[in-house]
Nanobody, 128 residues
């Protein structure tokens, strides 16, 4: 079993920055492919960013140039650094783990069904 706990969400004005954290514990398989998703009521859960165990990252087109994923392997923490936030970034952000072992398929375009473990989410609200 893998347990994921997100933190770092909050309210920020447009143009601001925020860093989300995801503390992971349990099965070491989460080191292969981990991801950040976000969800707005009435919409599908959207892949935001991924990071493979070797540090390879991808981001969704909607956040390209503004969001980056990173990780601290020693502490088993996944991060999502968000810069130049926009109101449309407002969503519940989730950390996901145990995705594909194929580095080239560890991609933000991959849907949520590919991930086995999920955190409970952290809310990000961006005001105009």
């Amino acid at each position: 079993q893998v347990q994921l706990v997100e933190s770092g969400g909050g309210s920020v004005q447009a143009g601001g920055s925020l860093r989300l954290s995801c503390a992971a514990s349990g099965d070491a398989s989460i080191s292969y492919c981990m991801a950040w998703f976000r969800h707005v009521p009435g919409q599908e859960r959207e892949g935001v960013a991924t990071i493979y165990r070797d540090g390879t990252t991808t981001v969704a087109e909607s956040v390209k140039g503004r969001f980056t994923a990173s990780k601290d392997d020693a502490r088993d923490i996944l991060y999502l650094n968000m810069d130049r936030l926009k109101p449309e970034d407002t969503a519940m952000y989730y950390c996901a783990a145990d995705g594909t072992q194929d580095r080239h398929k560890c991609d933000a375009s991959v849907g949520p069904d590919e991930y086995r473990y999920w955190g409970r989410g952290t809310q990000v609200t961006v005001s105009s």
